[in-house]
């Protein structure tokens, strides 16, 4: 069982930075993917970036080239967010798909909110 915890979430004014974190209460290393997912009021959870354990990423169009998601070590998950928009605003939560368990594991969330 992994845990994982999420910070740095907050208000951020429109077209400023904001940089999530991600803690893992073990190390992760290999056969799995983590990734970084966001639910708007109202809307369904969607992904925003995910990276796999050879540091391939893949990000949605709507924050590619705004985004960046980074595997600093065994155990963190960071997102950098930069020219950040209202539409940005959702909580965000972190993802471990560990594929040799078969078992998908989140985070509680963080908001972030975006004033225009």
Known sequence: QV???E???GLVQAGGSRRLSCTLSASVFSFNTMGWYRQAPGKQRELVATITDD???NYADAVKDRFTIA???PKS???QMTALKPDDTAVYYCNLDDRLSRTKYWGQGT???VSS
């Open 111 to 113: 908001q972030v909110t």
């Open 77 to 79: 998950l960071t997102l």
């Open 55 to 57: 540091g391939d990423t």
């Open 7 to 9: 910070s740095g979430g």
């Open 3 to 5: 845990q994982l915890v």
């Open 71 to 73: 595997r600093n070590n």
